[in-house]
């Protein structure tokens, strides 16, 4: 998963109309084009495309503005504004001979697609099944992978207790840290989860965002549980006044795994062996978890979290007082435009507003005019 510091992005969004287009009643689309770009982000090609729509879209622009970026190459996930962006990246590991990989539900989000990489091998997988109360979900390989790793024993013959040494390993921040596995090490801290659930442990081993679905597994190898979920700790500063959190992580307890599993996958195909194995035999079968199906062409490169919002009036036909694109660049959260329309144009539409905001934004990302209709 990631989190992306939306919070003070969309704070400059609601008050980009003060800064950019200040001087009241604006009679054309503009675009403002952000002139201190870092030099590392001068020039990015970028192939995918967050998409944040409005909180209300009663004209159903949406559909068309994602249209548009898709028709320009970009790879488009809209994104709900309300959430950190997190779900588009995770990990997962097999559990099975077959080709099935588990990983968390909000990984996979509303998908019934997802792209894996096995040692810097991509392959495409399906949706078996999933569970949103457990956050667990199962897909399975649409091809067999070069050099199959031996699926993770799950052990729930007893329930983790606290003091239980632990050790978590997946793919966090896989777009600022890279595609190595990371392993971390700590300690079940309770054997209750969030507000006392039965169904998690807490844990003191470190997680980050891309940690979702990994394994929390004992020294012997065998599986204790399941990443699931840590505090949010901006939320929490909120919420508390000040106090931050410190390593307050939690897994599903390996029970419930072993039940959502036998549910959806046949007892024969699961891993059945309880022999030991080093840490390193447990990376092997680890594997980074994106959600949808990403184009080969696109992988790797840089993103754009694109906002939208609009409001529109009818006075004798619809136009609009406020119609704002704003352009981040995802690493590094920088503006890179904002483009449309602010103030009542009277001899304006929606039709002559979309059409010139988008043309202005193509020519501001280095693409061609859209073909005529």
């Known amino acids: 998963m990631k989190r992306l510091k939306l919070r003070p992005i969309l704070n400059f969004f609601t008050s980009i109309t003060a800064l950019v287009f200040l001087g009241g009643c604006v009679s054309a689309t503009s675009i403002y084009e952000n002139e201190e770009l870092s030099d590392e982000v001068k020039g990015r090609e970028y192939g995918e495309v967050y998409f944040l729509s409005p909180k209300e879209d009663p004209r159903n622009i949406t559909p068309r503005i994602v249209g548009e970026f898709e028709s320009m190459g ?3 996930m809209e994104m709900d504004r309300e959430r950190p962006l997190e779900g588009v990246q995770g990990t997962g590991f097999f559990i099975s001979t077959n080709g099935h990989i ?3 539900q909000h990984v996979i989000d509303e998908e019934t697609t997802a792209t894996v990489w096995l040692n810097d091998e991509r392959f495409e997988a399906d949706l078996v099944a999933s569970d949103e109360d457990l956050d667990l979900a199962i897909i399975k390989l649409r091809s067999t992978p070069s050099d199959y790793p031996e699926p993770l024993f799950i052990d729930s013959g007893t329930e983790p207790m606290m003091g239980d040494e632990v050790y978590t390993i997946g793919y966090p921040m896989a777009d600022l840290l890279g595609d190595q596995a990371r392993l971390t090490k700590g300690l079940v801290s309770a054997a209750q989860g969030l507000k006392g ?3 998690q442990v807490q844990i003191t081993a470190a997680i980050q965002p891309g940690n979702s679905g990994g394994p929390v597994f004992e020294e012997n190898g065998a599986v204790r549980g399941v990443v699931t979920q840590t505090l949010n700790t901006l939320a929490i500063l909120k919420a508390s006044g000040g106090a931050a ?4 992580n939690f897994a599903l307890k390996p029970s419930y795994v072993t039940e959502f599993l036998m ?4 007892e024969q195909l699961l891993a059945s062996s309880g022999n030991e194995r080093s840490i390193s035999s ?3 079968a680890v594997v980074k978890v994106r959600s949808g199906i990403i184009p080969q062409h696109l992988e790797n490169k840089p993103k754009l979290v694109i906002i939208f919002d609009y409001n529109g009036i009818w006075d004798m036909w619809y136009r609009f007082n406020v119609f704002l694109v704003s352009a981040f660049d995802f ?6 435009f904002t483009a449309g329309q602010v103030g009542d144009n009277m001899i304006s539409s929606e039709e002559v507003v979309i059409n010139d905001t988008l043309a202005q934004i193509r020519e501001a990302l280095g693409k ?3 073909a005529p209709q």
């Open 74 to 76: 970009y790879n488009v």
């Open 331 to 336: 690493e590094t959260q920088e503006r890179i």
């Open 102 to 104: 588990l990983t968390c």
């Open 197 to 199: 659930s039965e169904k």
């Open 368 to 370: 061609p005019p859209a």
């Open 263 to 266: 549910k959806h996958v046949s």
């Open 282 to 284: 447990v990376q092997e």
């Open 245 to 248: 959190p410190q390593n307050v």
